[in-house]
């Protein structure tokens, strides 16, 4: 039997920003991500995350808001409800954005948190790379608003 610390893991990723900071972090709030990402990969409504492409079929998650810290522009989530809970026994993502210092844009920092339900499941490299998509779309996205 593996060991529980084998099966508990933890992704990050940076991603430079061209908009503000807060603007960004604004956007991450709102109810729908559907319209900035072109429905190409992920749509966030009423707690409920619709993740695709990188998984090949369309997985539901119904995510509670944990943390929200708008001074620090983070949010966390914990996926409550999911077929990825039969792969994860936990999963939670943060996503902070940073300002730049001493000029435009930001960095949108991805933290993904979880918990393997064996060591045949792999780790979450494909979510967070959809994280990171998501993120350039968002931006691309508020440039032209």
């Not at 429905?39 to 707690?47: A, N």
């Not at 943060?94 to 780790?123: A, F, M, N, R």
């Not at 979510?127 to 993120?135: A, D, N, R």
Request: some cysteine; overall charge negative.
């Amino acid at each position: 039997m593996a060991e529980a610390a084998n099966l508990v893991g933890k992704l990050e990723a940076d991603v430079e920003i061209k908009v503000s900071a807060e603007k960004f972090h604004h956007m991450s709030r709102t109810v729908s991500y559907r319209k900035a990402t072109g429905e190409k990969s992920v749509q966030w409504s009423s707690g409920a995350t619709l993740l695709a492409s990188h998984y090949g079929v369309a997985i539901v998650c119904k995510d509670r808001v944990e943390e929200v810290e708008p001074e620090k522009n983070l949010i966390t989530f914990r996926v409550i409800e999911s077929d990825l809970l039969k792969m994860y026994k936990s999963f939670v993502s943060t996503i902070q954005v940073t300002p730049k210092h001493g000029g435009p844009g930001g960095i949108v920092h991805w933290d993904l948190e979880y918990e393997k339900v064996s060591e045949e499941v792999d780790h979450p490299e494909s979510h967070l790379q959809l994280s990171v998509e998501v993120s350039k779309d968002i931006d691309e996205y508020l440039l032209t608003e």
